[in-house]
């Protein structure tokens, strides 16, 4: 089986500094990595995603995340932090047959 | 399209109860996924349904059981509820596109209290 870490369960930055989540993978096989945010009461919304293309990924929001195989990790990254991306970050990891694994979250505060 | 509809989206209900969620999948999409989700253990797979069958299922009690229909509407069904199920049970849609990689498209949650 697959898992995700995600280093830090609560990440403050101020407003317009750099936003950096940590996200590490285990995976014998070549993986399909995903960054979802969760605002409050609702459910997850796909930022990114990771399928074998290009190693830079660009999402949603301003967001973009690295594959680096060599480290296992798909760090995602905001150059510049707004209020609106306070929220919770969860990392996912997904093999054959459609089960995702995610990773427990990373709470964002942004201080204004 | 219209996305992932869950319903209800608040349930209270009392130690002992059984409960039944729904899960409307985004149209074209056979694959329902359920998750239950807590502030100490975060996103936590229960079972994953494609065409009526359960292909995934996670670590749960057998107190914990689902089932899909024909037209990939899903019910997951929790009986002799305990405080511990105390949950946000997110539901999860995905295009089954023949390749291994599939989106999941989450609906926003159904809150279950047990008291």
């Known amino acids: 089986a697959q898992s995700v870490t995600q280093l830090g369960s609560h990440v403050s930055v101020s407003e317009g500094a750099l936003v950096l989540l940590r996200c590490n993978y285990s995976?014998?096989?070549?993986?399909?990595l995903f960054w979802y945010v969760q605002y409050p009461n609702q459910g997850l919304q796909l930022l990114l995603k990771?399928?074998?293309?290009?190693?830079l990924v660009k999402g949603i929001n301003g967001f973009e995340a690295e594959f680096k195989k060599s480290e296992t990790s798909f760090h995602l990254t905001k150059p510049s932090a707004h209020m609106s991306d306070a929220a919770e970050y969860f990392c996912?990891?997904?093999?054959?047959?459609?089960?995702?694994?995610f990773g427990t979250g990373t709470s964002l505060t942004v201080i204004p | 399209k219209a996305g992932v509809t869950q319903t209800p989206r608040y349930l209270i209900k009392t130690r002992g109860q059984q409960v039944t969620l729904s899960c409307s999948p985004i149209?074209?999409?056979?694959?329902v996924s359920w998750y239950q989700q807590t502030p100490g253990q975060g996103l936590q797979f229960l079972f994953e349904?494609?065409?009526?069958?359960?292909?995934n299922k996670g670590n749960f009690p057998g107190r914990f059981s689902g089932r899909q229909f024909s037209n990939s509407r899903s019910e997951m069904n929790v009986s002799t509820l305990e405080l511990g199920d105390s949950a946000l049970y997110l539901c999860?849609?995905?295009?089954?596109?023949?390749?291994?990689?599939?989106?999941?498209?989450f609906g926003p949650g159904t809150r279950l209290t047990v008291l």
């Open positions: 999860a849609s995905s295009p089954q596109t023949g390749g291994s990689y599939n989106e999941q498209f």
């Open positions: 995976s014998s096989v070549p993986p399909y």
């Open positions: 990771y399928t074998s293309a290009a190693t």
């Open positions: 996912a990891v997904s093999e054959a047959g459609n089960q995702f694994y």
């Open positions: 149209s074209g999409h056979r694959s």
């Open positions: 349904y494609f065409s009526e069958t359960q292909r």
